[in-house]
């Protein structure tokens, strides 16, 4: 099959001397087992029209929002309720806030279309043309979060439905969410043809013992495949072109993204304290929660900075390899700690820090993104539990409404261009080894 795709990239804003900010909400629609999660309506973002104003308040020009798919048209394709993004997206527009509009975010399609079904990747276009056709004026999109973090969680980990624990769901429910965002453009792209395409996912490292170096490789291979995937990049003598093939992925498959490239206008790496792994065959070291098994080994899963922090790239060296490999402009899209907040603004200073020496290193960086402003609810659990447990984000909410921190002062003297060495408290974070910020900053 072949379709008619927008290849070139777009630039999404011009290449300034600095790094932007920008904003995102977390709005993540999950499900597990026959119950979804809704985000927006957990933080009361859905309530409240004035956050938009907020927003604003805080120099934000940029930022990452929701007309998710579940949420807009969840019983029936053709019952759309387009009184809530009508109503927000008119109110960006008046701000002067530029969206970009995410359509799925971390979910797996309403009832009607799962992405364990064909008809995931056929309605999500057709929704991704109606959202197009209502909102002309809107340039930037995410049809799909996360597509590969989503894959590993829904059909590799069975996390989130449908739960699924084996290569072939995880390769399977990848391959629906790429193929559906390459056809979502071209739907969107037939009405508005200069929409850009940014392309989201979480980037870390896998480092480990010699013994577990192979499924270090792996896992460093897997990372790219989303990117690689829309890029048309993956063909025989790529390196997951056999895993792939083996996972039950057809030649059909893999060869409608090379003769469909649909390549991001912007890559999108989303990035936490938890990205860069550890892998360790001895389990004595480390708490049974962290313990797996490949089928060849049985080894511990643990973060490296608990592992080991002096052995941790850090983001900047992560966004100089995806340069290196796409060249294409890039944003960090994520950038949360949940934290005390002193923490928190360490952790968004390190991130900006690090984007900056990036930048100078060569790499193609646009912005950062303070994520989350609303914080977030029982993601300690990956959304498996309801608790009620929040992370505040550059706002608070424990009050019932946003509540101004010391990190949202700091988003906001970013915003006006303040350096960022002037607004990092004091002090190392937990995560830091003093090695390794000494290098980074040296760069």
Known sequence: MSIRIQKKTVDVTPALGKVALWGGIECTVNRVGN????????????????DLDTVAELGIRTL??????????????????????DERLNRLRALGIRPIVGLVHHGCGPRYATFDTPGFDRELSRYARQVAERYPW??????????????????????????????????????????????AMAQI???????????????GYTHSTPALHYQADFENERRWLTWDLLSGLVRPGHALWSYLRRSGASERDLWFHVENPCPPSLLGINHYVTSERYLDEDLTRHGAWTHGSNGRHRYADTEIVRANPAQRLGIAALLCQAWERYRLPIAVTEAHLGCTVDEQQRWLGEVWQQA?????AGADIRAVTAWALLGLYDWHNLLTRVENRHEPGVFDLSSGRPEPTELTDMVRQLALGRPVDTLVPPGLGWWQ???????????
Do not use: C, M
Request: aromatic share 10%; net charge positive.
């Open 35 to 50: 119950v979804y999660q809704d985000q927006i309506s957990r933080s009361g973002h859905h309530d409240r029209l004035s």
């Open 64 to 85: 990452r929002y929701p007309v998710l798919w579940e949420r807009t048209a969840p019983d029936r394709p053709d019952a759309l309720d387009w009184r809530w993004p």
């Open 138 to 183: 809107v340039q930037a999109y995410t049809p799909v979060n996360e597509p590969l973090t989503t894959a590993r969680f829904s059909g590799l980990y069975g996390i989130w439905y449908p739960h699924g624990r084996s290569d072939k769901q995880f390769v399977a429910i990848l391959l629906r969410q790429l193929r559906a965002t390459v056809l």
């Open 189 to 203: 792209r037939a009405v508005q043809p200069a929409a850009q395409l940014v392309q989201t996912d979480d980037l």
């Open 356 to 360: 900056e020496a990036a930048r100078r």
């Open 433 to 443: 080894a003093k090695e390794a910020v000494k290098e980074v900053l040296a760069v």
